[in-house]
Nanobody
């Protein structure tokens, strides 16, 4: 079993900052990709940012220059630093990881429970 636990969401004013963190635990052999998705009310879940084990990143166009993703491979954690937040960033943010676990022969996709980010004055 693999679990992803997120923290760091909350309410922030426009222009403010938040940092989300996600820790993966369980019978993990390796994690190929870690990332963050978000889902606003009435909208589909969308990719925000992701990072490979080698440090390669990609971002949604809407967050480029404002958000930074990073990870600690030794600790199986991923961070999302969000700056210059806008009301349209309001959503539930989900941690995602593609994990090779001891009990499975191929990579599986895992999700965290989600954390609410609200940007409002």
């Amino acid at each position: 079993q693999v679990q992803l636990v997120e923290s760091g969401g909350g309410l922030v004013q426009p222009g403010g900052s938040l940092r989300l963190s996600c820790a993966a635990s369980g019978s993990i052999v390796s994690i190929t990709v870690m990332g963050w998705f978000r889902q606003a009310p009435g909208k589909q879940r969308e990719l925000v940012a992701r990072i490979t084990a080698g440090g390669r990143t990609n971002y949604a166009d809407s967050v480029k220059g404002r958000f930074t993703i990073s990870r600690d491979n030794a600790k199986n954690t991923v961070l999302l630093q969000m700056n210059s937040l806008k009301p349209e960033d309001t959503a539930v943010y989900y941690c995602n990881a593609i994990v090779i676990a001891i009990t499975t022969p191929s990579p599986d996709n895992y999700w965290g429970q989600g954390t609410q980010v609200t940007v409002s004055s």
